[in-house]
């Protein structure tokens, strides 16, 4: 037979006597419910076991003395574009000289005329499919070769890892040749528009004056839109995968979160970690809230359900059930395979990407300012001053988040679609836009934007495809069937 049992409100915990008495008290009522007192000592239960901050513990120790990130070992299977010359940016900064990265795949017709520039997600490299100089499966490998999707028989294939990247383009853990030590954060911020300009001038070294097609997806489909628009009379097709004309405010939350994980880490030392201890348990939760917004829920039910990978054992804390597991392994593993802060300077781009008239303009004139600067003082830190560099302005507690401050002027629905309209008044080319009905991270709405301004801006070529599959932003990672058919009909199809 149950029975209550009354506990003494006024026990205090403070002082010895009191907390002897209470443990009395509490030993006395356990007994009465028919519990042993061994188990019911202190708290009256035992202490949770918490072997993931265990885990965390152990890796953190190992990091002291290694191992290195997987990215400072990428030494071959590359080639290397250098630009040697001072390179203003969309924010003011400025680089005195770079390198990227980039592979490629096929053959260059004699005219020059089948090139077609891939252009990657937030943590892509340059190695999108094998080869001999690296024989390790791409990040496309099922949609690039021939006959496939992006067919090499036919096309000449090249893909850079973006500037800011890690993987053999500069970023924030290259060498500044001012200094002889690393960037971290005295690297400049970056554009969207700086990565693409930046690939053009790859091509310019490599002879090509019109790209067959720009292709992207993610990241990768910002970069093809911003390389119609703003390089039109280079670029022959478009294919647009699961990207947005503007980064709206649910991506750029989620991406703010994974910024605040990482930053907060103790060992990022305000980006200057490289001879220290790598950020690991920030880049660790920074990746896991990455994770959830790449991938969908019916996905998951049907890959884990609510299955526990111990089902006789007691809940705990820790991973638990199996998508827990899966969280925690995918986080883990890419830890040492990105560099932190190019996380942070390659999302930030994304967050500020728009393609807007009066973005687009802003942003050029801010770089013609440098530019100017650097043909009259030659002095990247004028530049860097005239620019407002490294003012950072945050937030006071008593600012109200629905101020005004940092609003555009343009404000309504309909003003916004129209400068949307005028940012992409030149991107006439035959244009393949995909969605996928179970993103979260860059919804179909964004893509039915992106068809729809292209449309009101006159171009009679745009193609929009919907597709109702489970695996959500990822799909254009997977998906090789419907990805890949929609992708090699655009492309060889005659328009």
């Known amino acids: 037979?149950?029975?209550?049992?009354?506990?003494?409100?006024?026990?205090r915990l403070a002082p010895a006597a009191n907390r002897s008495a209470a443990r009395a008290v509490l030993g006395s009522s356990v007994k009465a419910l028919g519990f042993s007192t061994a188990t019911a000592s202190h708290s009256g239960n035992a202490p949770m076991s918490f072997p993931c901050i265990d885990r965390l513990e152990t890796r953190q120790r190992d990091l002291s003395s290694g191992p290195e990130p997987t990215y400072e070992k990428v030494v071959t299977g590359y080639?290397?574009?250098?630009?040697?010359?001072?390179?203003?940016?969309?924010?003011?900064?400025?680089?005195?000289?770079?390198?990227?990265?980039?592979?490629?795949?096929?053959?260059?017709?004699?005219?020059?005329?089948?090139?077609?520039?891939?252009?990657?997600?937030?943590?892509?490299?340059?190695?999108?499919?094998?080869?001999?100089?690296n024989l390790k499966p791409g990040w496309w490998e099922k949609f690039i070769g021939p006959g496939k999707a992006i067919d090499t028989d036919r096309f000449f294939v090249?893909?850079?890892?973006?500037?800011?990247?890690?993987?053999?383009?500069?970023?924030?853990?290259?060498?500044?040749?001012?200094?002889?030590?690393?960037?971290?954060?005295?690297?400049?911020?970056?554009?969207?528009?700086?990565?693409?300009?930046?690939?053009?001038?790859?091509?310019?070294?490599?002879?090509?004056?019109?790209?067959?097609?720009?292709?992207?997806?993610?990241?990768?489909?910002m970069q093809?839109?911003?390389a119609a628009a703003l390089h039109f009379e280079r670029v022959g097709r478009t294919i647009s995968i699961s990207a947005c004309a503007r980064s709206h405010p649910y991506s750029i939350a989620l991406r703010f979160a994974q910024r605040q994980a990482l930053m907060s880490d103790p060992n990022f030392n305000r980006g200057f970690y490289y001879d220290g201890v790598l950020p690991?348990?920030?880049?660790?939760?920074?990746?896991?809230?990455?994770?959830?917004?790449?991938?969908?829920?019916?996905?998951?039910?049907?890959?884990?359900?609510?299955?526990?990978?111990?089902?006789?054992?007691?809940?705990?804390?820790?991973?638990?059930?199996l998508i827990e597991t899966y969280l925690d392994h995918q986080s883990e593993s890419f830890c040492l395979n990105y560099d932190a802060n190019s996380l942070l300077y390659v999302s930030k781009a994304m967050d500020m990407f728009d393609i807007s008239h009066s973005v687009t303009e802003r942003l050029r004139a801010q770089r013609e300012r440098t530019e100017s600067i650097l043909r009259t003082d030659g002095d990247a830190g004028a530049a860097a001053a005239a620019a407002g560099i490294g003012n950072a302005v945050c937030m006071n507690v008593s600012e109200?988040?629905?101020?005004?401050?940092?609003?555009?002027?343009?404000?309504?629905?309909?003003?916004?679609?129209?400068?949307?309209?005028?940012?992409?008044?030149?991107?006439?080319?035959?244009?393949?836009?995909?969605?996928?009905?179970?993103?979260?991270?860059?919804?179909?709405t964004q893509q039915?934007?992106?068809?729809?301004?292209?449309?009101?801006?006159?171009?009679?070529?745009?193609?929009?495809?919907?597709?109702?599959?489970?695996?959500?932003?990822?799909?254009?990672?997977?998906?090789?069937?419907?990805?890949?058919?929609?992708?090699?009909g655009h492309l060889e199809n005659s328009v």
Not at 1 to 11: E, I, S
Not at 293 to 321: I, K, N
Not at 476 to 481: A, M, P
Request: with cysteine; glycine share 8%; hydrophobic share 40%.
């Open 79 to 133: 080639k290397v574009y250098k630009h040697n010359a001072p390179y203003a940016l969309d924010h003011g900064g400025m680089l005195k000289s770079f390198e990227l990265a980039y592979e490629t795949w096929g053959t260059l017709n004699a005219d020059r005329s089948n090139a077609i520039l891939i252009h990657t997600g937030l943590s892509g490299s340059s190695h999108a499919h094998s080869h001999p100089e």
């Open 158 to 221: 090249i893909c850079t890892n973006v500037l800011g990247g890690c993987y053999g383009s500069t970023g924030p853990g290259s060498i500044d040749p001012e200094t002889s030590a690393r960037y971290a954060t005295t690297f400049p911020l970056l554009s969207v528009n700086d990565m693409v300009r930046a690939q053009f001038l790859l091509l310019d070294s490599l002879k090509v004056d019109k790209l067959y097609a720009s292709v992207g997806a993610s990241m990768g489909g």
């Open 400 to 444: 109200s988040p629905q101020s005004a401050t940092g609003y555009s002027a343009v404000e309504s629905n309909e003003q916004i679609v129209e400068d949307l309209v005028a940012g992409v008044k030149n991107a006439m080319q035959p244009t393949l836009v995909l969605g996928v009905q179970s993103d979260i991270l860059f919804p179909v």
């Open 280 to 321: 690991h348990v920030g880049m660790k939760l920074a990746r896991s809230i990455a994770t959830v917004t790449y991938r969908s829920g019916p996905e998951w039910e049907l890959r884990f359900g609510r299955r526990r990978r111990a089902p006789d054992q007691p809940p705990m804390l820790c991973a638990d059930f």
């Open 448 to 488: 039915k934007e992106i068809a729809d301004i292209l449309r009101k801006a006159g171009n009679k070529n745009v193609t929009y495809y919907e597709l109702d599959a489970m695996y959500g932003h990822d799909t254009f990672l997977i998906d090789v069937v419907n990805v890949g058919a929609a992708i090699k």
């Open 224 to 226: 093809a839109l911003c």
């Open 1 to 11: 037979m149950l029975r209550t049992v009354a506990f003494r409100p006024a026990l």
